[in-house]
């Protein structure tokens, strides 16, 4: 497959229009290295013409890019050549670039000559930075009127950039595109004036869509791991252009890192938080390798919102924060001071997950049920959300203020954390007090129901206490039905004890990294709150 085989009688003076009459073709003054290793499995997909993700195909030997659209993952990558990386990563040049050429070829027959929705700036963005980055791949071909047509076009997606980078919503997408607009105006010939004005847009964008402390503000670990791909591109594009990555954006890129590495267990995989799920962790350590930037796990991070415990490869990450707002994603979940916890490659308490970024045959209700608070490892009380979720998906009230407290001392890694989602309607606050032991084997925890505000309820309130335990992982209640021993393939048996109800073993489900629904257990502990609230207990610890 080559960009003469998409040849069609209107396509010599369709490149000629993108061309432009008497400009002279445009070079690239250098080309990225990107150092993140693709995916060879998903690269031999794509060298068949098979470009998969999730639950979804596209044809690439014949894919029309106008009825592709840009809705929906799977469209969005193939609209932003993201999957350049995994070509590459199976395919030498020669065989790579006859793919990659006549799938850009088809691009610029769709899309080339018209500003439309895949000008998308966050599109634009994130097909400037892999155009430039496998260069080789897209501009190897001996047609000198497409490589002509694919560089002004590239030069076209910069203008078009410095005009649109600030309509891009918010978050990754903003940053996305001025990172874009950074890479192409430092690597495309006469774009140089722009790197000054791009730098000051996408430093903008990371103050508005980034916490001080490197987290989204959207608080999703898969977009988080988007984010530092972006950023490790930019760098590679800086590396490439012999210029120097500027402080303010070098210390963005490194605290982004740090935020990702905070919510990573310890099989390599992400946390189930905000709608999503573990990922790919061979991929993350690609990305984690490759991406050029070193930095320790953050512990404690009030924006991005998540907290760490570990201690001798048993991890515990807690969710100690507010969900993001709407405006910011529609993947907010009601999971505040949920948390998960693993014991080396073994995942023992998990939150519920989704289907995140991926495209699924989870339905759409489905995906809405896994965003409440019954779905992640905390209390609810009264059948209700911690902060509700509303029929269109978006978040309504509940948790405003989070109170956070950490200490440590020569025995535990201590976290008290409470928030005030069930205030307004029950007149109580949870709050979760979680001790990790310093050499890994204990996890204390407390739950409490406390007065607050001036509402009282009259009669009693149900409550659970769910613990969703990780996939593999069997549990066995004690004859007095305060405990259960925990027992899994990848990890030495737990126990589990409880004071304050009784305990239940339950089923439950958890989404896995290709975003498939799995069976699973779950420890529920049940009751009812009164006014005066309730005090829980409970205990997690390793038989040896």
């Given at each position: 497959m080559t960009p003469q085989a998409v040849a069609t009688p209107g396509r010599a003076p369709l490149l000629k229009r993108l061309l432009g009459r008497g400009k002279r073709p445009l070079r690239l003054t250098a080309v990225p290295r990107d150092h993140v290793q693709g995916d060879r499995a998903r690269g031999d997909q794509i060298l068949a013409g098979k470009l998969v993700r999730g639950a979804e195909v596209l044809d690439l030997t014949e894919i029309n890019f106008r009825e592709v659209g840009t809705t929906g993952p799977l469209a969005q990558e193939a609209q932003a050549f993201a999957w350049l990386r995994d070509l590459a990563g199976t395919a030498s040049r020669e065989r790579g670039a006859r793919v990659a050429e006549a799938v850009a070829a088809r691009w610029l027959v769709a899309h080339g000559n018209k500003v439309d929705t895949a000008w998308a700036p966050a599109l634009w963005g994130e097909r400037l930075l892999f155009w430039a980055a496998y260069a080789p791949y897209v501009l190897s071909s001996h047609d000198a009127a497409y490589r002509a047509a694919l560089l002004n076009t590239m030069a076209r997606g910069v203008r078009h950039l410095g005009a649109t980078a600030d309509r891009a919503d918010p978050g990754l997408q903003r940053i996305t595109a001025w990172a874009g607009l950074t890479a192409g105006s430092l690597l495309l010939q006469g774009q140089v004036s722009r790197v000054a004005r791009a730098e000051a847009g996408l430093t903008r964008a990371l103050a508005t869509g980034q916490a001080d402390d490197g987290g989204l503000l959207s608080r999703s670990p898969a977009e988080q791991a988007l984010l530092v791909d972006r950023l490790g591109l930019l760098r590679a594009a800086y590396h490439a252009a012999k210029q120097t990555l500027p402080e303010a954006l070098e210390g963005a890129a490194t605290a982004a890192l740090a935020a990702l590495h905070g919510v990573m267990l310890g099989d390599g995989g992400l946390g189930s938080w905000q709608g999503g799920n573990p990922g790919d962790s061979l991929r993350l350590a690609a990305l984690v390798e490759g991406c050029g930037m070193r930095a320790r796990p953050l512990r404690q991070a009030r924006g991005w919102g998540y907290q760490r415990l570990d201690a001798l490869g048993t991890v515990l990450v807690m969710d100690a924060a507010p969900p993001a707002p709407t405006r910011i994603t529609r993947l907010g979940s009601a999971s505040t001071l949920a948390f998960e916890l693993s014991d080396g490659a073994q995942r023992l308490v998990?939150?519920?997950?989704?289907?995140?970024?991926?495209?699924?045959?989870?339905?759409?209700?489905?995906?809405?049920?896994?965003?409440?608070?019954?779905?992640?490892?905390?209390?609810?009380?009264?059948?209700?959300?911690?902060?509700?979720?509303?029929?269109n998906g978006n978040l309504g009230r509940g948790v405003e203020d989070v109170t956070v407290d950490r200490r440590d001392d020569d025995e535990f890694n201590r976290l008290e954390a409470a928030h005030d989602g069930y205030v307004r309607g029950f007149g109580l606050v949870h709050s979760r007090g979680v001790m990790l032991a310093n050499d890994?084997?204990?996890?204390?925890?407390?739950?409490?129901?406390?007065?607050?505000?001036?509402?009282?309820?009259?009669?009693?309130?149900?409550?659970?206490?769910?613990?969703?335990?990780?996939?593999?992982?069997?549990?066995?209640?004690?004859?007095?039905?305060?405990?259960?021993?925990?027992?899994?393939?990848?990890?030495?048996?737990?126990?589990?004890?409880?004071?304050?109800?009784?305990?239940?073993?339950?089923?439950?489900?958890?989404?896995?990294?290709?975003?498939?629904?799995?069976?699973?257990?779950?420890?529920?502990?049940?009751?009812?709150?009164?006014?005066?609230?309730?005090?829980?207990?409970?205990?997690?610890?390793?038989?040896?």
């Open positions: 998990v939150n519920c997950g989704g289907p995140g970024l991926l495209p699924t045959g989870i339905t759409a209700e489905l995906a809405q049920a896994l965003r409440t608070s019954a779905a992640h490892s905390t209390l609810t009380l009264g059948d209700k959300n911690s902060t509700a979720i509303l029929p890994g084997k204990e996890v204390r925890g407390a739950d409490r129901l406390l007065p607050s505000g001036r509402r009282r309820i009259r009669d009693a309130v149900s409550f659970s206490l769910r613990f969703h335990l990780g996939p593999g992982v069997e549990a066995v209640a004690t004859a007095d039905g305060m405990g259960a021993i925990l027992r899994s393939p990848g990890a030495p048996p737990w126990n589990f004890r409880c004071r304050g109800a009784r305990l239940e073993v339950e089923e439950s489900v958890w989404v896995d990294g290709q975003g498939r629904l799995t069976g699973t257990l779950q420890l529920a502990i049940a009751g009812e709150a009164t006014a005066q609230g309730i005090d829980l207990g409970w205990q997690f610890r390793r038989s040896s």
